[in-house]
């Protein structure tokens, strides 16, 4: 199953906080609790963040933590890339010499097309689009699509 780290998902969570009040600065303090989450792990993760240029960070009083530029030019590969480096749903679809049959293997070209649709679709959703709630028609919180297609080059 591909699946996030929880700090990512946190990272996530933390990145639509700040994107709220995108011109204000939020304390460590006050992202912990606006986000549920406890304290050294917010800083953890804030760490990473401004380490990748994600947010930026005030010493002082009134310091703390904002996003480095406007919500709509952060995209969720953004924040997944701060926490986890370069996406690569295989070995080999991150690069080469990873794997030990990659010269035999015939498979490593359609992995990376995969690869190439899943980055291409985290990087179209942005910060804003994670802050919206998609409704059903009940008036319930329903998933919403992203449209991608893998295409087939013959």
Same mark, same amino acid.
């Given at each position: 199953?591909?699946r ?13 906080v ?7 600065i939020y304390?460590?303090t ?6 549920g989450l ?7 993760i ?5 380490q ?7 010493r002082?009083?009134?310091?703390g933590?904002?996003?480095s ?10 924040i997944?890339?701060?926490m986890?480096?370069?996406? !690569?749903?295989?070995?080999? /679809?991150?690069?080469?010499? =990873?794997c030990?049959?990659?010269h035999q293997c @015939?498979? *490593? $070209?359609?992995w ?8 291409? !679709?985290?990087?179209?959703? /942005?910060l804003?689009y994670? =802050?919206t709630p998609v409704?059903?028609?009940? @008036?319930? *919180? $329903? ?5 991608v ?6």
């Open positions: 199953m591909l996030v780290t929880k700090l990512t998902d946190y990272a996530t969570l933390l990145m639509t700040l994107a709220e009040r995108a011109d204000g304390s460590t006050g992202l912990a609790e606006r986000a406890e304290l050294p792990t917010v800083a953890k804030l760490k990473q963040l401004g990748a240029g994600l947010v930026l960070s005030t002082g009083a009134s310091g933590y904002r996003l530029r406007s919500p709509a030019e952060i995209s969720l590969l953004d997944v890339e701060a986890e480096g370069p996406l !690569a749903v295989t070995e080999c /679809s991150g690069h080469e010499g =990873q030990g049959i990659e @015939g498979i *490593r $070209a359609n990376r097309r995969v690869n190439d649709v899943i980055v291409d !679709a985290l990087r179209t959703v /942005s804003p994670l =802050q409704l059903a028609p009940s @008036g319930k *919180r $329903a998933s919403a699509r992203i449209p297609q893998l295409m087939r080059s013959d």
